[in-house]
């Protein structure tokens, strides 16, 4: 079923915690490629993960901040958050948008922190993609031993650089996912409660968040 | 009239007669179906639309939904992490595969019932050099020798195409996520079909390989429920949609996602 998504979501995820922009390319007519865009990206999280110098448990805080470093340069949260909300992100007011996406980033950072650890020498296999305007969909294979596991980055050009604003494993699109959830607080208890529930739900995996040291070892599966 | 060489071709024809009326549904289904992750429509549309997901039975569904969790956690993963022990990981994999295979049957049934016959003929193909090459159906020779990919196909794929809605998102006991309409052809597929099932009379030989069968596919994908749960806001909700969303793609055939697979 779904089961195989996580680890892969999470791989995706991992990738990323800060919707900034990446140093300003070279303003040039033509588009740039989404795939040679995404492709060093993810060479340069793997090459970080499987460093033998950030290898072994006192590394872990360095592997993890270096990690998040690039993630900043290829994933967009504000535009993830944006979507996240629907129609409700209208009707906020400019701090309460930003107030959100911190809040939804830092979710998503501490939903995902531990499975980075899980990398166990999984193969990224690019397939190929497709640009409607100023969007792309970049889809790949995540190679896990015997297990192919389909997973889409979808990306909007912002200043010449293709950023990814939702994943999408084995068909199921991570920010449509938390959207539904999100609906169904918005509609029973409105706004201030969502956020209430966003605040207790990131304190909750805060605590739960498996600290530095940690096991490495691969998942049994 | 009809030689052996078009034997096939003379058993579509009816086939063809009937789909021809059905087809005006299943291209509005495919529209509704396939929807373009590029779009904001796909973001902004769902919000309101409350049609997309049919849960009359919510309450009910939660009910089922709490005792499937713990049912999980204390009884259902406890055996499977057992049984992992005792199993080695390739061997488990030539339990899902003989079962899988066994149920190729009722994929040809369904991808014909469908109109997919190029389907049909790939999962013919692969249930006979899987029952053979495959011994008996432990390894899926024809994916990794013969280049013949797994094709999903169910009656409760056919009976939507036929234009049957699904009712109601329901959540069944053991079993987890489905709708009206589709347990009620997984229990046709199954009971019916399914050649497994129809080994014994004996309600609980065929409870017990129903167990066992899902024992050891719980035992290839330890601990990724809980890690699921943990990332959710509102499981119920997340499980729901997820199960909705890889539904959608299981059931899309287009070229741009038969690539994928």
Redo the contacts between chains.
Sequence with gaps: MFCKVLMSMALAVIFSFHSNFSPVAVATATVPDPTEQLRPFVDKIVTILTDVKLQGDEKCTERRQQVMKIAHERFDFFEMSKRVLGSQWRKLSENEQQEFADLFTTLLEHAYIGKIEDYSKQKVEFKDQRIKDDRAEVRTDLIDKDVVIPVSYIMILKNQDWMVYDIVVEGVSLVRNYMEQFKEILRKDGYASLLAQLKDKVDELEKATKPCPVDITPRES | MCSKRNLTTCLFIPLFVCFSIIVPVVQVHADESHP?????D???K???SEEY?LDRLEPINRAVFAFNDKAYLWVLEPLAKTY?YVVP?DLR?CVYNFFRNLEEPVRFINTLLQGRFSDAGDVLVRFAINSTLGIYGLADAADRVFAHPPVEATLGETLELWGVGDGSYLVVPLYGSSTIRDFAGTMVDGLAITPYYSWSEDLSVIGGTYIGKETNKIS??????E??K?????PY??F????F??R???R?HTAENA???
């Design positions: 373009d992750f590029l779009s904001d796909f973001y902004e769902g919000l309101e997901i992992s990981f994999i290839m994908h330890l601990g990724e429920y890690d699921f943990k990332v959710f806001f509102d909700i997340g729901r949609n997820a199960y969303q890889y959608r793609k299981l899309d690539e994928i697979d």
